[in-house]
């Protein structure tokens, strides 16, 4: 992600993702950070979610047979 989005390319004189049109702008290494921050945290709010329903009582543990 450094080289795509932060590296400016000497050949280039902007960044490979510049070029490709994937970006319009120069990223600095803290939008990066910030970037798989987000992710982590959305990835551990659905380990959460679906860890919450995998101890839901089943069975006998409810009075059914």
């Not at 994937?22 to 979610?49: C, F, H, N, S």
Request: glycine share 8%; no cysteine.
């Amino acid at each position: 992600m450094y080289y795509t989005f932060v590296r400016i390319h000497q050949t280039l004189k902007v960044t490979p993702a510049m070029a490709a049109g994937v970006t319009d702008g120069l990223w600095e290494i803290t939008d990066v950070v910030g970037l798989l921050e987000d992710w982590e945290k959305r990835q551990q709010e659905q380990d959460t979610a679906q860890h919450e329903w995998s101890y839901a009582p089943k069975g006998s543990a409810l009075g059914h047979n």
